[in-house]
């Protein structure tokens, strides 16, 4: 784990990036909460699919089409 200030990762960009591909690295700033820079890898993104059903999701949330949880003990009478 590396911690810099941003002047240093602005004059350093490539070196830092180059380093996240084996370690985390903070990026402190002042007055604000540091930036982690880490590599992502494709689990790390949703899938057109997924992207879409959460948005069908919201949709049908705002539409009203959403079912009452009347039991706890019993969700799948509620909903089926």
């Given amino acids: 784990m590396q911690i810099i200030?941003?002047?240093?990762?602005?004059?350093?960009?490539?070196?830092?990036?180059?380093?996240?591909?084996?370690?985390?690295?903070?990026?402190?700033?002042?007055?604000?909460?540091?930036?982690?820079?880490s590599v992502a890898d494709e689990n790390d993104f949703?899938?057109?699919?997924?992207?879409?059903a959460i948005q069908q999701g919201l949709e049908d949330i705002r539409n009203g089409r959403t079912v009452k949880v009347k039991d706890i003990n019993n969700i799948w009478d509620s909903i089926l």
């Fill in 5 to 37: 200030t941003t002047r240093e990762f602005r004059a350093n960009q490539k070196k830092y990036f180059d380093l996240a591909e084996t370690e985390t690295v903070f990026v402190a700033r002042k007055n604000a909460r540091p930036i982690i820079i």
């Fill in 46 to 52: 949703l899938s057109k699919a997924e992207l879409k």
